[in-house]
């Protein structure tokens, strides 16, 4: 029997320390957005009409990329874009094997997920773009008694499933489970669903979120909106 693998998912997990006084720039400024998250009413209220209609808690209706200006933390925002399109271009040449990934024209969209003791991430993936950057600002020290039962358990670790179908059994081995930790750092396809489990740590825990899409060697400038 020959087995061989195709198409395969590539996931990258790498560490980014940031410096300190960028990331604590970047930690408040998460806080201040965090904190006016009960103005979305007013800033965007579209989309607070159809978050109420769905039912659904959102607080990252906003691009820290493109409002950088808007911001006394703009240096911090910008050292981590171009740190965030490094890691990226990176990814694409040794994931995908795309040689001219320092030429691609990229567009994205950058935010936080803030969360306390008792929050998680339910299951979803990433509509519309490429691939997601998931970069751990804080992860605060912790006693978590569900931590080493098996690799799925941890307080928040991030848990990636796998897109292939399945067979029956065993049906637990389609989930990569990667423990989070301060300045950890993940790229993966935004169609791969994810989700976490619940933080059982004290403090605030904070990530930055950026989803990448490719804008060139595409037809996506011909792409207009239409009259019907």
């Known amino acids: 029997m020959k087995i061989t693998n195709h198409w395969v998912t ?133 006693n978590d008694p569900e931590l080493g039962k098996s690799h799925r358990h941890g307080t928040h670790a991030l848990l990636l499933q796998d897109p292939r179908g399945a067979v029956n059994y065993p049906y637990w081995e389609k989930v990569l489970s990667i423990a989070p930790c301060t300045g950890k750092t993940i790229i993966h396809p935004a169609y791969v669903w994810h989700e976490t489990n619940p933080y059982r740590g004290q403090g605030t825990r904070m990530c930055l979120v950026v989803n990448f899409q490719i804008a060139s060697h595409s037809y996506i400038e011909l792409h207009k909106e239409l009259r019907f």
């Open 10 to 142: 590539p996931i990258a997990e790498f560490d980014l320390a940031l410096p300190q006084p960028m990331r604590q720039q970047l930690m408040a400024l998460l806080q201040r957005k965090e904190a006016d998250r009960d103005k979305l009413s007013e800033s965007s209220p579209d989309f607070f009409r159809f978050m109420q209609s769905k039912q659904f808690y959102a607080s990252t209706h906003y691009n820290l990329f493109s409002e950088a200006n808007q911001h006394p933390e703009k240096n911090a925002i910008l050292s981590f874009e171009l740190l965030a399109c490094n890691a990226y271009r990176q990814y694409l040449r040794q994931a995908l094997n795309i040689e001219q990934a320092d030429e691609l024209k990229l567009v994205g969209r950058c935010f936080g997920n803030v969360q306390i003791t008792g929050g998680r991430t339910f299951p979803h993936y990433h509509q519309s773009v490429d691939h997601v950057l998931i970069h751990y600002l804080d992860i605060p020290d912790h």
